[in-house]
């Protein structure tokens, strides 16, 4: 087993290259947009906002295969008291496995990543309980810089949800955003002794390619596998 002060700080550094990943895509798209405004403009009046949460297959109200149901759409700013609200809902196991370590709360600047997404190069779909109106799960992926094709992934259920399905149904949706917005292959480390979520990737379609200090690396070949979604 790794050392835990080693594995937090391996945590610490990962968090901190996804968030960096997630500015810098924000800062050029911003950038880009601020040295096209006049001609863009002009465009949306007839084409849709690219940026602008997607209303096609990922978003809608779900049966799981137990009978509940949710809905599911794109995160939005103003779902930080969501996230923060599911975010208390999980056990410590489960925040362990989700974070790769010990992880008590959510910082401001947690709820500033999780919820600034640009719906292109950072992605997150959330499902709400169609019924009670929490939230009640989360997946996402950053692009990789270096490999514009290519995105890390990560997928959260709260504990009182997890078994139904849900996994399963936010991962697929994901992945038919990912390929419409040209991406290829997706990431995922996880927790070594998680066979949930290992369970999760390999019924995606995913590859074991490595393994090693308490995690394990998947990769999911998107132009390999077809959509889950119903």
């Known amino acids: 087993m790794i050392h835990p002060d080693i594995q937090a700080m391996l945590v610490r550094e990962r968090s901190a290259t996804l968030m960096a990943a997630a500015a810098a895509y924000r800062r050029g798209r911003q950038a880009r947009s601020a040295a096209?405004?006049?001609?863009?403009?002009?465009?949306?009046r007839t084409a849709p906002d690219r940026?602008?949460?997607?209303?096609?297959?990922?978003?809608g109200r779900v049966v799981l295969r137990d009978g509940s149901a949710v809905l599911i759409r794109p995160v939005r700013g103003a779902d930080a008291p969501l996230l923060a609200d599911g975010f208390a809902r999980l056990s410590e196991?489960?925040?362990?496995?989700?974070f790769l370590g010990r992880k008590r709360t959510l910082t401001e600047a947690d709820l500033r990543f999780f919820t600034d997404v640009d719906h292109h190069d950072h992605e997150a779909l959330g499902a709400l309980d169609h019924v009670r109106g929490g939230g009640v799960g989360i997946a996402r992926y950053v692009r990789d810089r270096k490999n514009p094709a290519a995105a890390e992934i990560a997928v959260t259920i709260v504990d009182d949800w997890q078994g139904r399905g849900l996994g399963t149904e936010l991962l697929a949706r994901l992945s038919d955003r990912a390929r419409e917005e040209g991406i290829r292959r997706f990431t995922a480390?996880?927790?070594?002794?998680?066979?949930?979520?290992?369970?999760?990737?390999?019924?995606?379609?995913?590859?074991?390619?490595?393994?090693?200090?308490g995690i394990a690396e998947y990769e999911i070949d998107l132009d390999g596998t077809s959509s889950q979604a119903s």
């Open 36 to 44: 096209t405004a006049v001609s863009r403009a002009a465009a949306n």
């Open 51 to 59: 940026t602008a949460p997607h209303r096609t297959a990922e978003r």
């Open 93 to 98: 196991r489960s925040r362990r496995l989700r």
């Open 189 to 213: 480390v996880v927790a070594d002794g998680n066979p949930a979520a290992s369970g999760l990737l390999r019924s995606s379609g995913a590859s074991l390619v490595h393994r090693g200090s």
